[in-house]
């Protein structure tokens, strides 16, 4: 028989895609059928996913996606914590609000941090669908809703007619017991929840439904949609080209997640004021790892340079990065200056919450340098460098720490997602983190969404371990003879946060 096409919706934080897998025997090869801008809208002050806009992308792309061969499957990952809220009807309320926006910085929980953090592994991040829940509470929407989706479920939901949340994007709310067995329900009641909200749990490789006739024109209900490892960074996880046990991954796009797979949670005292989370993985793993605010530093330094250069009135109130234009400084440009400009001249934390919400990105780490005595880069090559040097030292932090919390050694670091094309960046994790870095696949979250419908057919051999075997990466990174003394010069410059 020949290749098995299937096609994986991977929806990112400033674009859509929809890549047709397609599998053979002891191969998958990705094609990109539609990309699409991901573009959010502020209203009346508050930040919203354009859902409608990215759900027309997904059916044009779908529509794209049957011209390379009739799908078997679909499945839909996206970023995680956000949510649609149903009415008694099964109609969405509103627009999903983005984990961007301000609603949550104030929210405080009534229940401890470091009790969430023992029911549940999940570490405290100000967006999490708890937070965003408790912020919501009290408001005419929440009382209306019936049923909460996240946003790959919510998808999934108009393609089938079937409800459910899957478990590894489920585990980031904050409301699985950890290791993501359940809802904690008993949790759930004390933050008053409506626990009649949560639909069912799905675990990854489970049919969803049959597409709904009428769906999309011209596919049919023989493609079935695979409920998939719809957290985005769950299924680059599965699409990372790991050999042995002793890796950590870097899923590297517009956030880093930086961590190891584990078999069971950690939920110590200490792994919790290192801000470490436990999320659902696939197959009952763990992934244990800390987020790192990643390139969305970059594009949002990228946006406002951008705007600076086309005037005042004319720059987007938040527009989806273009990566450059005419008006602004192109990514190659930049990053071949960042590359001849000195390096480690300053660094920031690049975990720090400064950076989470959208605004004037340059200005924010030139605070962060002064407050830390360091010089402030005085051109766009400068501060990518900054930028840059400073991944890598939260990188080196990361890769550190995760090995002194679970006791594991870790030997080689594979960096997957959009940052594995970034030479500079791959070079100077590896010399950061002092181990060999294997960058690749840039599309790991679409592999590992494809692997995950490829097994569900009954197209690969079931474990981890041989669909991982079918992944591999681009380009091996080796750490750079003596540079390790001035990569913990630097991580002495800034303090470890305290939380
Ligand atoms: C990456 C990601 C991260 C999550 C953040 C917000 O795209 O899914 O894993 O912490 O977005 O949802």
């Known amino acids: 028989p020949g290749p098995v096409t299937v096609a994986a919706v991977d929806l990112g934080a400033s674009s859509g895609r929809v890549i047709v897998g397609s599998v053979g025997s002891g191969t998958v090869r990705l094609t990109e059928a539609a990309r699409f801008a991901n573009t959010p809208v502020r209203v009346q002050g508050t930040l919203h996913w354009d859902i409608l806009a990215l759900y027309q992308g997904i059916l044009d792309g779908l529509r794209a996606a049957a011209r390379h061969g009739a799908?078997?499957?679909?499945?839909?990952?996206?970023?995680?914590?956000?949510?649609?809220?149903?009415?008694?009807?099964?109609?969405?309320?509103?627009?999903?609000?983005?984990?961007?926006?301000?609603?949550?910085?104030?929210?405080?929980?009534?229940?401890?941090?470091?009790?969430?953090?023992?029911?549940?592994?999940?570490?405290?991040?100000?967006?999490?669908t708890?937070?965003?829940?408790?912020?919501?509470?009290?408001?005419?929407?929440?009382?209306?809703?019936?049923?909460?989706?996240?946003?790959?479920?919510?998808?999934?939901?108009?393609?089938?007619?079937?409800?459910?949340?899957?478990?590894?994007?489920?585990?980031?709310?904050?409301l699985l017991t950890a290791g993501g067995a359940g809802w904690d329900l008993p949790l759930v009641s004390r933050l008053g929840i409506r626990a009649s909200l949560l639909p069912p749990l799905r675990d990854p490789g489970t049919v969803a439904g049959p597409l709904?006739?009428?769906?999309?024109?011209?596919?049919?209900?023989?493609?079935?949609?695979?409920?998939?490892?719809?957290?985005?960074?769950?299924?680059?996880?599965?699409?990372?080209?790991?050999?042995?046990?002793?890796?950590?991954?870097?899923?590297?796009?517009?956030?880093?997640?930086?961590?190891?797979?584990?078999?069971?949670?950690?939920?110590?005292?200490?792994?919790?004021?290192?801000?470490?989370?436990?999320?659902?993985?696939?197959?009952?793993?763990?992934?244990y790892l800390r987020n790192v605010m990643g390139l969305w530093l970059l594009q949002e330094c990228m946006r406002s340079w951008s705007a600076a250069a086309s005037g005042p009135a004319s720059g987007p109130a938040f527009g989806a990065f273009s990566g450059g234009g005419a008006a602004g400084a192109s990514l190659d440009v930049l990053l071949a200056g960042a590359a001849a400009a000195p390096a480690l001249r300053s660094v920031v934390d690049a975990t720090d919450p400064r950076f989470l919400a959208p605004g004037d990105m340059p200005a924010r780490i030139a605070a962060a340098l002064r407050d830390t005595g360091q010089p402030v880069p005085d051109d766009p090559p400068a501060t990518t460098r900054c930028i840059l040097d400073s991944l890598a030292l939260a990188y080196r932090r990361a890769v550190h720490d995760v090995q002194e919390l679970t006791g594991r050694h870790v030997d080689v670091v594979h960096l997957v997602g959009g940052g594995a094309q970034n030479a500079l960046l791959c070079q100077l994790t590896a010399d950061a983190c002092e181990l060999p870095v294997e960058a690749g696949p840039?599309?790991?979250?679409?592999?590992?969404?494809?692997?995950?419908?490829?097994?569900?057919?009954?197209?690969?051999?079931p474990d981890l371990a041989a669909m991982r075997a079918l992944v591999h990466a681009s380009r091996t990174y080796r750490p750079r003879p003596g540079s390790a003394a001035d990569w913990s010069a630097a991580d002495r410059r800034l303090p470890r946060p305290a939380r």
């Open 442 to 461: 840039v599309e790991a979250g679409a592999l590992g969404n494809v692997l995950v419908q490829a097994r569900a057919l009954g197209l690969v051999e």
């Open 71 to 128: 799908l078997a499957s679909v499945g839909v990952d996206s970023w995680a914590v956000d949510y649609g809220l149903l009415d008694g009807d099964g109609r969405l309320l509103a627009n999903p609000v983005h984990y961007r926006d301000a609603r949550t910085a104030d929210v405080a929980a009534p229940v401890p941090a470091a009790a969430l953090y023992a029911a549940t592994g999940i570490a405290h991040q100000p967006f999490n």
């Open 212 to 287: 709904l006739p009428g769906t999309v024109t011209g596919l049919t209900p023989d493609t079935l949609v695979t409920t998939v490892a719809s957290h985005d960074t769950a299924s680059a996880v599965v699409g990372v080209p790991a050999r042995g046990p002793a890796f950590a991954y870097i899923s590297c796009g517009t956030w880093s997640l930086v961590g190891m797979e584990l078999a069971a949670p950690v939920l110590t005292e200490r792994s919790r004021s290192a801000g470490f989370t436990n999320e659902a993985g696939v197959d009952g793993t763990v992934r």
């Open 130 to 174: 708890v937070y965003q829940l408790l912020a919501a509470a009290g408001t005419a929407q929440l009382a209306a809703a019936r049923t909460l989706l996240l946003i790959p479920d919510l998808v999934t939901y108009w393609l089938t007619g079937t409800t459910g949340a899957e478990r590894t994007n489920a585990s980031t709310t904050g």
